[in-house]
């Protein structure tokens, strides 16, 4: 019983990691074609980088969606205010 035990924690920290590690890359992701759109634009608005970013990341599942469109704020706030922390 006990190695059951142990296999089902192990197999959720492989799960988590391998979902930490998607979430990384998707924010990656984000993080590139913005990069992109800041040099193509570098007096980009905030706002339309947002709307841009969106629209790359147009997605049909509402919570993926509102994930998106937090990472693309998140990275056109770090690109035009040069604040950014990672990469």
Known sequence: MKCVLVAVAVLAVCIAEL???QHDELDALVHRQVHELY???SLI?????VKKCDNMF???DPIDEQAFDQMCEEHCKCEINHSCSHH
């Open 19 to 21: 979902h930490h590690g």
């Open 39 to 41: 040099e193509t634009n």
């Open 45 to 49: 608005s905030l706002e339309e980088c």
């Open 58 to 60: 147009d997605l049909t």
